[in-house]
């Protein structure tokens, strides 16, 4: 009768753990992630990522700025961002304009200085008309990025623009002690709405 009798207490309390085990929230199917606390630091890691800081704001200097290139650069039909800083990149760049009707700002573009000076451009893309413009209002840096933001302008309402292919840009020139360059450094061209205009890798 006592072997009986300890057989049904020993039954019912093993009942009774199995009970406590399933409803405790700690032992509920936990993942070797979430023991590691990996997840939690996966987590924190996006949130201060998406609230990074502003970039640095720095100085720059307006190199040429027009807005009827009346020339068909090869590359240059979608708005575009160069960035140049060794000489055979701007001999390139400079031929662009040898032949065009801003012939001058090739030899603008041979003078600077690239080992103190990036020569940076903004190109708006092809355009039928004239009347539209392009303007670097704005560069800041962070570490691996630099952003420029700029303001395009159009024709006004009524007003009578030519029928004219045209390739409007802003050139600028950034001294290189005021960028934070890594290898494959993102620029990024924003519009005044905060729309990606165009974007590039350099160096």
Same mark, same amino acid.
């Given at each position: 009768? @006592? @072997? #009986?009798?300890?057989?049904?207490?020993? %039954?019912?309390?093993?009942?009774?753990?199995?009970?406590?085990?399933?409803? $405790?929230? !700690? %032992?509920?199917?936990?993942? &070797?992630?979430?023991?590691?606390?990996?997840?939690?630091? $996966? %987590? =924190?890691?996006?949130?201060?990522?998406?609230?990074?800081? &502003?970039?640095?704001?720095?100085?720059?200097?307006?190199?040429?700025? +027009?807005?009827?290139?009346?020339?068909?650069?090869?590359?240059? *039909? +979608?708005?575009?961002?160069?960035?140049?800083?060794?000489?055979? *990149?701007? +001999?390139?760049?400079?031929?662009?304009?040898?032949? $065009?009707?801003?012939? /001058?700002?090739? *030899?603008?573009?041979?003078?600077?200085?690239?080992?103190?000076? %990036?020569?940076?451009?903004?190109?708006?893309?092809?355009?039928? !008309?004239?009347?539209?413009?392009?303007?670097?209002?704005?560069?800041?840096?962070?570490?691996?990025?630099? /952003?420029?933001?700029?303001?395009?302008?159009?024709?006004?309402?009524?007003?009578?623009? !030519?029928?004219? *292919?045209?390739?409007?840009?802003?050139? #600028?020139?950034?001294?290189?002690?005021?960028?934070?360059?890594?290898? =494959?450094?993102?620029?990024?061209?924003?519009? $005044?709405?905060?729309?990606?205009?165009? =974007?590039?890798?350099?160096?």
């Amino acid at each position: 009768m @006592d @072997d #009986i009798l300890r057989a049904i207490i020993l %039954l019912i309390g093993l009942l009774l753990i199995g009970l406590l085990v399933s409803s $405790s929230p !700690s %032992l509920h199917a936990i993942s &070797p992630l979430e023991r590691s606390g990996a997840t939690g630091k $996966s %987590l =924190q890691t996006t949130t201060k990522a998406e609230q990074k800081k &502003p970039g640095r704001t720095i100085p720059f200097v307006s190199l040429s700025r +027009e807005e009827g290139m009346a020339h068909h650069p090869p590359d240059l *039909e +979608e708005p575009s961002i160069f960035v140049v800083g060794s000489a055979p *990149e701007a +001999e390139r760049f400079a031929g662009w304009f040898d032949n $065009s009707n801003v012939s /001058d700002v090739s *030899e603008r573009i041979r003078k600077v200085d690239l080992t103190t000076t %990036l020569i940076v451009a903004v190109f708006s893309g092809h355009m039928g !008309s004239n009347g539209h413009g392009v303007t670097i209002k704005e560069v800041s840096t962070s570490p691996g990025r630099v /952003d420029l933001r700029v303001m395009l302008t159009r024709p006004a309402p009524g007003h009578a623009a !030519s029928d004219v *292919e045209t390739y409007p840009y802003h050139m #600028i020139m950034i001294p290189r002690k005021d960028l934070d360059l890594d290898p =494959q450094t993102d620029w990024i061209v924003f519009t $005044s709405d905060g729309k990606i205009l165009s =974007q590039t890798r350099y160096p």
